[in-house]
């Protein structure tokens, strides 16, 4: 959503999606090899790496609160304002993303064939609702996983590993959390500097005040359509 390419979402906003930092995971991986080493034979433990409940955040913070933290270090390669909503039925998921994700991929698409690009954007999209409708089960329900034993798993480290192999993470907060996960994907996967950062706000409030044209604009449009179509041929 970061880009501005996923406007709508097939989520119930009440569940809770259970993630945890990748090198978190690895970490926790070398530890209970460590400590298995220890232990020998005829002792096997179960150890799930995932997030605790206070941990968790539920669909309504990712797709409307996180919003904000997003505003505060947005990326320069955004092709929409990003923001959107939820569906809470199929059928409405399946309009919501023709209008919001598949016409204007269209007309984007025609734009760069006229400037002689390749067109993706609709190839995009279509990668974007297969791989929703296949996280349609994994969205659809929460998962509670037992952590006592992961959450225990550095009260074994010595004193000198501890900073090097430390599992903890969220400490200050889902806010901050949130903000440097943001910070690390302009950095990592998407390469932007964070002395982009300003230039990226700009962009985005110019975004932000085309959205609300454009949108007003439709509305209009759909008024004036509705004006001709049903009030004037009975009522005039």
């Not at 999606?17 to 991986?29: E, F, G, L, T, W």
């Not at 433990?45 to 997030?51: K, L, Q």
């Not at 947005?74 to 990003?82: E, I, K, S």
């Not at 974007?128 to 509670?144: G, H, I, P, R």
Request: hydrophobic residues 45%; proline residues 4%; charged residues 20%.
């Amino acid at each position: 959503m970061g880009t501005g390419l996923m406007r709508t979402g097939y989520v119930n906003l009440n569940n809770r999606i259970n993630c945890i930092p990748a090198d978190v995971s690895i970490k926790a991986m070398i530890i209970a090899a460590w400590k298995k080493a220890n232990e020998g034979p005829g002792q096997l433990t179960v150890i799930n790496s995932a997030a605790e409940v206070h941990k968790t955040a539920d669909y309504n913070f990712l797709i409307y609160d996180a919003r904000y933290v997003y505003y505060r270090h947005p990326m320069t390669q955004v092709l929409w304002a990003p923001g959107g909503t939820h569906a809470p039925c199929k059928y409405v998921y399946y309009l919501l993303f023709f209008l919001y994700q598949v016409i204007p991929s269209m007309f984007l698409d025609l734009a760069l064939k006229a400037r002689g690009k390749k067109p993706f954007l609709l190839k995009l999209q279509r990668k974007v609702f297969d791989a929703q409708m296949s996280l349609k089960y994994f969205t659809d329900n929460e998962w509670v996983f037992k952590t006592d034993n992961f959450r225990n798993l550095a009260n074994d480290l010595l004193e000198s590993d501890r900073e090097t192999f430390s599992i903890a993470y969220m400490c200050l907060g889902m806010q901050e959390y949130y903000r440097r996960c943001i910070l690390g994907g302009r950095r990592y996967l998407m390469r932007e500097s964070d002395d982009t950062i300003p230039a990226a706000k700009e962009k985005l409030k110019r975004l932000l005040m085309i959205n609300k044209i454009a949108k007003g604009l439709f509305f209009a449009l759909l008024a004036f359509i509705l004006y001709k179509t049903v009030y004037n041929p009975y009522f005039a």
